[in-house]
Nanobody
């Protein structure tokens, strides 16, 4: 049974930092691209960042470039999202996902976590 479990969310103030983690089990983690998506309140889920299985390739949505960093530790079956200079518009439920290609389209991801809430107050 595949499981992706996110952690690290919380309530912070604008300008603060958070690091999200996503631990995977039940799948060959190192063979999958790992992505982070988010769903702001009342909006559709959107792409945030993705990292290839070998860490050679990363991609970010424009609104987080320079503030967020995605990384992974395949030995720990874990992917991270370091979020700096957080803004109120970053408020959302953040999901990690595993897919065979490092793309931003959620349709290409096979497995999803349950999500972790990030709330940024102004």
């Amino acid at each position: 049974q595949v499981q992706l479990v996110e952690s690290g969310g919380g309530l912070v103030q604008a300008g603060d930092s958070l690091r999200l983690s996503c631990a995977g089990s039940g799948l060959p983690f190192s063979r999958y691209a790992m992505g982070w998506f988010r769903q702001p309140p009342g909006k559709e889920r959107e792409f945030v960042a993705v990292i290839s299985w070998n860490t050679y390739s990363t991609s970010y949505t424009n609104s987080v470039k320079g503030r967020f960093t995605i990384s992974r530790d395949n030995a720990k079956n874990t992917v991270y999202l370091q979020m700096n200079s957080l803004k109120p518009e970053d408020t959302a439920v953040y999901y990690c996902a595993a897919g065979l290609s490092p793309v931003g389209n959620s349709q290409y991801y096979n497995y999803w976590g349950q999500g972790t809430q990030v709330t940024v107050s102004s």
